[in-house]
């Protein structure tokens, strides 16, 4: 399968529910606009017409109708591969930066250390929906199972809309969290651990300090 051809820069955003992943995008955007450069913000599951599709029957259909574990693997997969091939692969082909709200640690976070699906199997399908495309640069924010569903139940206060895998019991959470540190821990050369805790200006200078690194390599 041939490796799609990579000329921008890859960054993602990965932790558990309420972990200020769509904060830190919005302020990296902001700071990188200001420095006259225009990202690609993009999220998964979603970015694409098909992938937005699935984006609501992966977190919306509960009960009855909900997807079985497998079926939400397969899902958030095809969403990748429509994603990388649609969106992420041609714009960095093109030279742009661009910034994704979770990627494939998310399916091996929530799927594989969370549902306990094999992490060989993940792993393989990761590839063969990435076409092996990994990003330069992914920012883990580490927050605990606690902290996170009570930044979900101050939210639902103001907006409720029922989502099936936020909405799992807490112990399915902690395993996700600590699936995020064990990712953290195995790709150190890729993954930066922050923490969720702190105030959001304060990740986001640490944050935009990293990007400008990779972009201004001294
Ligand atoms: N999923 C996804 C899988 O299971 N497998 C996969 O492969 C993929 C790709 C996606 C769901 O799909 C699952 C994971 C998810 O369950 P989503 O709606 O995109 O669903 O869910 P999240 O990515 O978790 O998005 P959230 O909006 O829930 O969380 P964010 O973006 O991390 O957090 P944010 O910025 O919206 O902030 C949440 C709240 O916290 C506050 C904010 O004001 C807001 O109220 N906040 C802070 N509070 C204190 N201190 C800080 N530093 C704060 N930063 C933000």
Do not use: W
């Amino acid at each position: 399968m041939p490796r799609p051809q990579k000329r921008g820069l890859f960054i993602s955003f990965e932790g558990p529910e309420c972990a200020g992943k769509t904060t830190q995008i919005a302020m990296l955007g902001e700071s990188l606009a200001k420095m006259g450069l225009a990202p690609v913000v993009t999220r998964e599951p979603g970015g694409t017409v098909i992938g937005e599709e699935l984006r609501k029957i992966v977190k919306h259909h509960v009960g009855e109708s909900a997807v079985v574990d497998e079926a939400e693997l397969l899902i958030f997969a095809a969403s990748r591969a429509q994603h990388v091939k649609k969106l992420i692969a041609p714009a960095l082909d093109n030279g742009q930066i661009v910034v994704c709200d979770r990627y494939a640690d998310s399916t091996t976070a929530y799927q594989g250390y969370g549902r306990g699906i094999s992490l060989d199997f993940i792993l393989a399908l990761n590839r063969f929906a990435t076409c092996g495309l990994e990003p330069d640069i992914t920012f883990i924010l580490d927050l605990s199972a606690e902290e996170s569903y009570e930044r979900g139940q101050r939210r639902q206060e103001t907006l409720f809309v029922e989502d099936r895998i936020e909405s799992a019991e807490i112990g399915f959470h902690r395993k996700v969290r600590n699936g995020f540190l064990k990712i953290a821990e195995e790709n150190p050369g890729r993954v930066q651990l922050l923490s969720a805790m702190d105030a959001p200006e304060s990740i986001h200078e640490n944050i935009f300090k990293m990007v400008k690194k990779c972009l201004l390599p001294s």
